[in-house]
Structure formats: structure tokens, C-alpha cells
């Protein structure tokens, strides 16, 4: 299909010209352009290009996902994508609020980026992280965990009010589905594979399901795999669609699957509202800074600790040669 027949010219030119028309926009709304002046040269130069047409937005900032994704408004996006991620065919049943409950008085509560129930029961949490070193395993489990707490709490209510016994049976399964922006080490030492799947399963043998199911997905090694091979499926085209704000991409995307247009205007709407767009690319910045404050301290610590590690082996030595 060419990129006349799939409409990706028109889809991608926008309201503004030029520079100079953007910033005209920005400057007739002060705060606009005050945010605008905030968010740094390189998410300036992003933002420029974004409404001039030279590339995407990225869909893994938090409020953009949630508007392409929203559950409730197209549940249909939301279930084509996990079931291709899960390999079975899911109907989204309700919206789940993305808050856990307090457990103890002084317990923290996990909010998670989307929460439905299908229409099986089963309960699926979407994750997106920026960086992945802030979604290690621990708390994996520990999301996953909470899904199953919910569930057991859901149940028992659910039988309470049909004057029926509970059952462990009761309790369905549960999936944590997290996208990474950014993978870490443990990620890039797979460095071919992009689809991680897990489940708890016996040595033995033994079929017992236990319910918790986890699937990662790091965005940028499926970048490097797929960009020589090109779209392979619908699945690539999502992936390359949440993970990739290229022009060349969003062609292939759109070439190989028209109906991606429509969610890829839903995105480029965004520059006809300056301000909101604004908003869009600070919270960026936002996330940004949050990151890198945090990796800093983290970096430190582990600096700190393996400082620590040689001195004790360094004293140690020194006294054995002493004894000696």
C-alpha cells in the first residue's frame, strides 16, 4: 500500500507550517509557553517536531497510553493486544480500580496503570516503566500478588451474597503484563528474545495452576530484533506502535495494517491542543527527572557497597598476611 492510498501524508501534516506557527500558538496562551520554556531542549526539539509532522509522540508517557488504551472508551484495542500477547482469545468484562486496599492501617498501596477483569474472571494488570530497573521481579510478585488478593477477597464476597460456601476454586487466575521502555541487564543478556513469558510450574511435573502468569515485554530489544525483519504480525505492529514515535515506522505500521490510522490520528490530535501537549511532554520531563534522581542514588549505593566489599577483602588480607 502506498503511503498516498494509506492516507499517511495527510495523516501526519498537521496544523503548523513552520516553527515560527508553533511558537505564535504557544505564545497566545502564557502558561502554554511557559511550560514550553520549562521542558528543555531536547523535549523542546521533540515537541517541534512532533507538531510539524517529523515524528510521533511517544505512547508510553503515561496519560498518552491510557488515551489510546482506555478500557472503557475501546475496550476492543485493549483486548486485541492481550490477546495477542497472551496467545487466547479475552473479552474485557469491567474496568477494575487501579488502587489496591489497605491490607493493615500503615500498609502502602500499589496503583497499578490499567486493571480489568475478563470475562473468564481473570484479572489483568498493564504495566508501562520508562526505565526497568524501577519493575525488577520483586515487584512483579509483588503486583501479582496483590491481584490475588483480590481476587480471594472478591470471591468471598461474591458467595457471601449468594448465601454460598467459598471455594478456593473460586479464585481465578491472575496476569501482570509489563512493558519496558528502557530494559535492564538481565534483558539484554537475552538480546534475541523481547516476549517473556512465566508461570509458576513443578520440577516434578505436577499440574497444579497457581495462577500467576507474567509476560515482559522490553520495548527497546524489540526495537533492535524487529527493525531488519520488519512487521511480522499484528502483535509487531502493536508493539512497534506503543515503542516507536518514527515516521518510517508509523508507515509500516500503517501499511501493513490500515487500521492503525485511526489510534495514530487519535495521537497526532494532540497537537491541535497546545496546552494539552504541553502538559503531555512535562510530564515527560517529570518522569524524566524522577528517574534519574532515583538511578543516581541507586548507582551511588551500589558504588558505595561495592567500595565497601573491597575494603573488607583488603583489611581481611591485610591481617591474614599479618597472622601469618
Known amino acids: 500500500m502506498s503511503m498516498k492510498r494509506s492516507g499517511l501524508p495527510e495523516l501526519v501534516r498537521g496544523p503548523f507550517e513552520n516553527r515560527t506557527e508553533v511558537l505564535r500558538a504557544l505564545q497566545a496562551d502564557p502558561e502554554a509557553f511557559d511550560g514550553y520554556?520549562?521542558?528543555?531542549?531536547?523535549?523542546?526539539?521533540?515537541?517541534?517536531?512532533?507538531?510539524?509532522?517529523?515524528?510521533?509522540?511517544?505512547?508510553?508517557?503515561?496519560?498518552?497510553?491510557?488515551?489510546?488504551?482506555?478500557?472503557?472508551?475501546?475496550?476492543?484495542?485493549?483486548?486485541?493486544?492481550?490477546?495477542?500477547?497472551?496467545?487466547?482469545?479475552?473479552?474485557?468484562?469491567?474496568?477494575?480500580?487501579?488502587?489496591?486496599?489497605?491490607?493493615?492501617?500503615?500498609?502502602?498501596?500499589?496503583?497499578?496503570?490499567?486493571?480489568?477483569?475478563l470475562s473468564s474472571g481473570a484479572l489483568v494488570n498493564v504495566e508501562i516503566q520508562r526505565m526497568g530497573y524501577y519493575f525488577p521481579g520483586s515487584r512483579c510478585a509483588c503486583y501479582s500478588s496483590d491481584l490475588v488478593m483480590r481476587q480471594y477477597v472478591q470471591a468471598k464476597k461474591e458467595r457471601e451474597r449468594e448465601?454460598?460456601?467459598?471455594?478456593?476454586?473460586?479464585?481465578?487466575?491472575?496476569?501482570?503484563?509489563?512493558?519496558?521502555?528502557?530494559?535492564?541487564?538481565?534483558f539484554k543478556e537475552i538480546p534475541d528474545q523481547y516476549l517473556h513469558y512465566s508461570k509458576q510450574v513443578f520440577s516434578t511435573g505436577l499440574k497444579l495452576d497457581l495462577l500467576q502468569e507474567y509476560l515482559i515485554i522490553p520495548l527497546d530489544i524489540f526495537r533492535k530484533c524487529c527493525d531488519n525483519t520488519g512487521i511480522r504480525g499484528k502483535l509487531d505492529a502493536w508493539l512497534y506502535f506503543i515503542s516507536s514515535d518514527r515516521i518510517g515506522d508509523i508507515k509500516r505500521v500503517v501499511s501493513a495494517y490500515p487500521?492503525?490510522?485511526?489510534?495514530?490520528?487519535?495521537?497526532?490530535?494532540?497537537?491541535?491542543?497546545?496546552?494539552?501537549?504541553?502538559?503531555?511532554?512535562?510530564?515527560?520531563?517529570?518522569?524524566?527527572?524522577?528517574?534519574?534522581?532515583?538511578?543516581?542514588?541507586?548507582?551511588?549505593?551500589?558504588?558505595?557497597?561495592?567500595?565497601?566489599?573491597?575494603?573488607?577483602?583488603?583489611?581481611?588480607?591485610?591481617?591474614?598476611?599479618t597472622a601469618g
Open 259 to 321: 487500521e492503525f490510522e485511526t489510534l495514530y490520528r487519535e495521537v497526532f490530535e494532540f497537537r491541535y491542543h497546545v496546552k494539552e501537549l504541553v502538559s503531555v511532554y512535562s510530564k515527560i520531563l517529570r518522569e524524566y527527572d524522577a528517574n534519574t534522581v532515583k538511578l543516581m542514588i541507586e548507582e551511588c549505593r551500589e558504588e558505595a557497597e561495592l567500595m565497601r566489599a573491597e575494603r573488607d577483602k583488603a583489611v581481611k588480607e591485610l591481617h591474614e598476611e
Open 37 to 117: 520554556a520549562g521542558l528543555g531542549r531536547e523535549l523542546q526539539e521533540n515537541f517541534m517536531q512532533f507538531c510539524l509532522g517529523e515524528r510521533g509522540l511517544n505512547i508510553t508517557c503515561d496519560p498518552v497510553f491510557k488515551k489510546v488504551f482506555d478500557p472503557e472508551a475501546h475496550p476492543e484495542r485493549l483486548e486485541d493486544f492481550l490477546s495477542l500477547c497472551l496467545g487466547e482469545e479475552l473479552k474485557i468484562l469491567r474496568v477494575m480500580p487501579n488502587e489496591s486496599s489497605r491490607l493493615t492501617e500503615d500498609s502502602s498501596l500499589l496503583v497499578m496503570d490499567i486493571l480489568v477483569r
Open 163 to 186: 448465601g454460598k460456601r467459598f471455594s478456593y476454586k473460586d479464585v481465578k487466575k491472575v496476569y501482570t503484563v509489563v512493558l519496558i521502555e528502557e530494559s535492564t541487564k538481565e
